[in-house]
């Protein structure tokens, strides 16, 4: 027998061993899904960016067509009438883009109509 003796059989370091190496591949995922869901969501601000710029371009009454794409975006916008007789146009800006899939953001706005 041997009593008296301290330290770590084989068995229990190769245990350890294990339980470590399961969690620091758990680690390992869960930093890749927070790196994916990072990038995701700066495309996502990106594109509202994107949308509140043309509205604010459209409320100056820039009317020109936006060049495409804009990086990995694609920007387009159309208005219509709000009302029969109002003073008051609907504009919806639509920000397209790829993210494991087709991407839409539409930010819709109610804009006076320019005089001409």
Do not use: H, K, N, Y
């Not at 190496?21 to 990106?46: H, K, N, P, Y």
């Amino acid at each position: 027998m041997m009593r008296g003796r301290r330290g770590f059989t084989l068995i229990e370091v190769m245990v350890a061993m294990c339980l470590f190496a399961i969690g620091a591949a758990a680690l390992a995922e869960t930093l890749v899904v927070a790196q994916r869901v990072r990038a995701s969501s700066a495309r996502w601000g990106r594109a509202v960016g994107l949308a509140e710029e043309r509205i604010e371009r459209l409320r100056a009454g820039d009317r020109s067509d936006d060049p495409a794409p804009i990086g990995e975006f694609t920007r387009a916008w159309r208005s219509e009438p709000f009302a029969e007789g109002a003073d008051v146009e609907r504009v919806d800006v639509t920000v397209d883009w790829e993210d494991r899939g087709r991407q839409r953001f539409t930010l819709t706005a109610l804009l006076r109509r320019s005089r001409r």
